[in-house]
């Protein structure tokens, strides 16, 4: 497979999303997953610490790049907005769980593939900080998403790794989520 076509579990569930829903391609990298769901003909938000790989993509219909180091203090740069899919691949960073679900538009999927304990052992990323704990996809949407497809599984390509991936969907009716508490508002 090549490292710069969309991953297969994005592909596997990308006719789930609403046809023509926005999608955020959240820490897009070379933006494989903005480009691929562009190509569906859906509008897409791509958000990274640095968007100089899709710079390319600026002037297209359908594209917003938004330059955000959400790392390093820079606040959710797309308040209030809610997309029909927010996907993740190969990036963690747990103090987002909260923007991320609240970004979902009620009914909009979240496919969210990244690395897990265990991974250590193929190589990078080996630090636990961005390493999901077993079952931790599943923890942080049950009460918030209803789950479609799951799994924590060691995969040999496009590389050995040992990953976590789920696809899931927001309650139809919405929910809001206290970022503070990660926990919904009534």
Not at 99 to 110: C, F, N, R, V
Request: net charge negative; proline share 7%.
């Amino acid at each position: 497979m090549n490292k710069d076509s969309e991953s297969a579990w994005v592909r596997k569930f990308c006719d789930l999303v609403c046809p023509g829903g926005e999608v955020l391609d959240l820490a897009c990298g070379g933006g494989r997953h903005g480009r691929f769901f562009l190509s569906r003909g859906h509008p897409v938000v791509m958000l990274d610490r640095d968007v100089s790989r899709v710079v390319d993509m600026q002037s297209l219909q359908g594209v917003e790049l938004v330059q955000a180091d959400l790392e390093n203090g820079s606040p959710w740069p797309l308040p209030g907005r809610q997309f029909a899919a927010v996907v993740v691949t190969n990036y963690l960073h747990r103090p987002l769980f909260p923007s991320i679900l609240a970004a979902l538009a009620p009914g909009g999927l979240l496919i969210y593939e990244t690395f897990a304990v265990g991974n250590e052992k193929f190589g990078r990323p080996s630090n636990p900080e961005y390493l999901l704990r077993p079952a931790e996809l599943l923890a942080v949407t049950e009460s918030h998403l209803q789950v479609v497809a799951y799994e924590e599984l060691e995969t040999e390509a496009p590389k050995p790794a040992k990953v976590q991936r789920i696809v899931a969907r927001a309650l139809a009716q919405g929910v809001a989520i206290d970022a503070a508490t990660n926990s919904e508002i009534h």
